[in-house]
C-alpha cells in the first residue's frame, strides 16, 4: 500500500484487468475520481466476445458505461461524469459513490522512457498516468491493476500504483475462520451454575451462559484439552451472551465408522459431524494436501447416497486451471473431458471401493460407486437447479467470489453442498489468499446457523508427504 497525501484528493487510473475481476469497481472509491484510459476501452472492446467468466465482466462493464453515458454530452463527459445510480442487471441498483468518471478525451504526451515504448497497453497506461501526474498537480494519480508486473514498473518509474484491494475478504489470511476454539481450562467450572443440559434425538445438549461466549459461531467446534475429550458443536446463538452446544459423534471409533472411513484426529472427526449432519446445507473444508478433504466429504456422500438415501446422487466438480502447462484439447463427452481433472476422485474411489471377495466384487462396488458419482463441467453451471443432490466442489481455492455465487445458488431443495480447497495452492491469475472465492464464503456463512466449516490442520496422507508439506 502506498502512502496516501491526504491534502490532496485521488485520481485512481483503473487497468483494463480490475474492471475484468470487478465490473462495479469504478463505484468502489468513495470520494474518488476514476480515469479511463482509451487503451482500456480499447481492450474491454477486444474481450467481450465469448462465454467466459471474464467476458461476462466485460459486457457488464459496457453496460454500465452505457448508463452513465446514455444522456451525457460531449461538455458533460470532459468535465466528468457522476458516477451511479446504475441498473446493476439483476434488478437493482449499484449505489452511487460520490466522486467522478473521467474518460482520456484529449491525445497525451506519454513520456516513457525509450525502453519503454506507449504502443503496448500496460506502458499506454503508464504513460497516460504520467501526463495526469503532470496535467493535474493538484490530484495524487494513482494507478490500480490486478497486474504485480504493470505495478513494480510503475513503482520504478515513480508512479503510486496500488492492487485492487476491495475483493479482499481480509486484510491477511491468517485473520481467517478456523471453525475452531479451544475451551479454557476453568470454563466448566465457570459455567456450572448457568447450564442446564438435556438429551435430543439421542444427543446432549447444554445451554450456557456468560459473556465470554460472545464471539462464538452457529455450527463453530469446541473442544476441551483437560483430558475429558469434549467435543461439541454450537447450534444455536439465541443471543449474544446464551448459546446451546451439541456433543460430537465419535467418528474415530471404528463402530462409528463412515463408509468403512474413521477419523484420525480431532479435526477430521468436526469434519464428518458437520458432513454428516442433514441440518448443515453448505460445508466448507480447508487444508493443505493429504488432510483426507476429498476421502472424508467423499465417503460421507455415499453413506448419504447409498445407505440413508438422503440424497438421490453424487456430482462433483472443479474449476479447470491446471498446474502446468495445459494439455490441449480433450475429446468426448462433458463427463470424459472432466476426467483427467478428478484424478483425486478416483484415487479415493479406489479407497473406499475395498470389499472383501476378491476382484469380482471390487469391480461391481466399483461400477456402483461411479453410478451414483456424477462429474460434471462449472462452465455449464449458470441456470441450473439441483435437486436433492450431494455436491462436491474441489479445488474451491480457484474460483472468484463471483463464480462461487453463481454456483452455490443452483442449489435447490434438499441438496448439500461441500466446498474444499487449500488456499496457499491457488493457480488462478488475479486471485490471492485473501481474495479467492473459498476466502470469501467461509468469512459470510461463518454467522449462518446452516453452515459449517472446519480448517484440518494434520496431514493424514503419508510420513513423506507431512514432511514434503513442512519442509518444501
Given at each position: 500500500m502506498i502512502k496516501r497525501d491526504h491534502d490532496k484528493t485521488c485520481l485512481f487510473v483503473l487497468d483494463t484487468n480490475v474492471l475484468m475481476h470487478d465490473p462495479t469497481c469504478i463505484f468502489r472509491f468513495q470520494e474518488h475520481d476514476v480515469?479511463?484510459?482509451?487503451?482500456?476501452?480499447e481492450e474491454l472492446d477486444q474481450g467481450k466476445k465469448g462465454m467466459s467468466e471474464v467476458a461476462r465482466n466485460v459486457r457488464q462493464v459496457s453496460r454500465f458505461l452505457d448508463q452513465l453515458l446514455c444522456n451525457a454530452d460531449?461538455?458533460?463527459?470532459?468535465?466528468?461524469?457522476?458516477?451511479?445510480p446504475v441498473s446493476s442487471g439483476g434488478g437493482g441498483l449499484i449505489a452511487p459513490a460520490a466522486g467522478r468518471l473521467f474518460f482520456q478525451t484529449q491525445p497525451m504526451d506519454l513520456k516513457l522512457p525509450v525502453a519503454l515504448p506507449g504502443s503496448g497497453a500496460d506502458n499506454n497506461i503508464l504513460g497516460t498516468a504520467r501526463a495526469l501526474h503532470d496535467l493535474r498537480p493538484e490530484?495524487?494519480?494513482?494507478?490500480?491493476?490486478?497486474?504485480?508486473?504493470?505495478?513494480?514498473?510503475?513503482?520504478?518509474?515513480?508512479?503510486?500504483?496500488?492492487?485492487?484491494?476491495?475483493?479482499?475478504?481480509?486484510?491477511?489470511?491468517?485473520?481467517?475462520?478456523?471453525?475452531?476454539?479451544?475451551?479454557?481450562?476453568?470454563?466448566?467450572?465457570?459455567?456450572?451454575?448457568?447450564?442446564?443440559?438435556?438429551?435430543?434425538?439421542?444427543?446432549?445438549?447444554?445451554?450456557?451462559?456468560?459473556?465470554d461466549i460472545a464471539n462464538w459461531y452457529p455450527g463453530e467446534c469446541l473442544y476441551s484439552d483437560d483430558g475429558t475429550r469434549f467435543e461439541a458443536i454450537v447450534r444455536e446463538k439465541p443471543s449474544t451472551d446464551e448459546a446451546v452446544i451439541e456433543v460430537v459423534t465419535d467418528y474415530r471409533t471404528p463402530r462409528h465408522n463412515v463408509w468403512g472411513i474413521n477419523a484420525r484426529n480431532r479435526e477430521q472427526n468436526f469434519a464428518l459431524n458437520m458432513l454428516m449432519d442433514p441440518d448443515l446445507d453448505f460445508v466448507t473444508l480447508l487444508g493443505t494436501a493429504g488432510t483426507g478433504k476429498t476421502l472424508l466429504a467423499l465417503a460421507a456422500g455415499l453413506a448419504q447416497v447409498l445407505d440413508r438415501s438422503l440424497y438421490k446422487e453424487i456430482i462433483m466438480t472443479r474449476i479447470t486451471v491446471p498446474v502446468g502447462e495445459d494439455i490441449g484439447f480433450l475429446p468426448g463427452t462433458e463427463e470424459e473431458k472432466m476426467t483427467p481433472w478428478m484424478g483425486a476422485l478416483m484415487d479415493n474411489l479406489e479407497v473406499l471401493a475395498r470389499p472383501e471377495g476378491g476382484d469380482w466384487a471390487r469391480a461391481a462396488t466399483h461400477e456402483l460407486l461411479k453410478s451414483r458419482i456424477r462429474i460434471q463441467s462449472l462452465n455449464f453451471m449458470r441456470g441450473r437447479t439441483f435437486l436433492n443432490k450431494y455436491i462436491i466442489l474441489d479445488e474451491a481455492q480457484n474460483l472468484t467470489a463471483k463464480q462461487m455465487k453463481t454456483l452455490i445458488t443452483r442449489a435447490g431443495p434438499g441438496t448439500k453442498m461441500v466446498c474444499l480447497g487449500n488456499i496457499g495452492q491457488i493457480d488462478t491469475p488475479y486471485l490471492t489468499e485473501t481474495s479467492s472465492g473459498l476466502t470469501y464464503v467461509v468469512d459470510r456463512f461463518k454467522r449462518w446457523p446452516h453452515g459449517g466449516h472446519i480448517t484440518l490442520m494434520r496431514g493424514e496422507r503419508s510420513r513423506l508427504a507431512d514432511f514434503a508439506s513442512e519442509k518444501l
Open positions: 480515469f479511463l484510459p482509451m487503451v482500456v476501452l460531449k461538455q458533460e463527459i470532459d468535465a466528468g461524469l457522476a458516477l451511479g490530484r495524487q494519480v494513482i494507478i490500480v491493476s490486478k497486474d504485480i508486473n504493470l505495478r513494480i514498473k510503475a513503482a520504478v518509474l515513480g508512479l503510486p500504483a496500488e492492487d485492487y484491494a476491495n475483493d479482499q475478504v481480509l486484510d491477511d489470511a491468517a485473520l481467517l475462520y478456523t471453525g475452531v476454539e479451544q475451551l479454557p481450562d476453568a470454563f466448566w467450572s465457570d459455567h456450572s451454575k448457568a447450564m442446564d443440559s438435556w438429551k435430543e434425538e439421542g444427543r446432549t445438549r447444554y445451554r450456557i451462559g456468560g459473556p
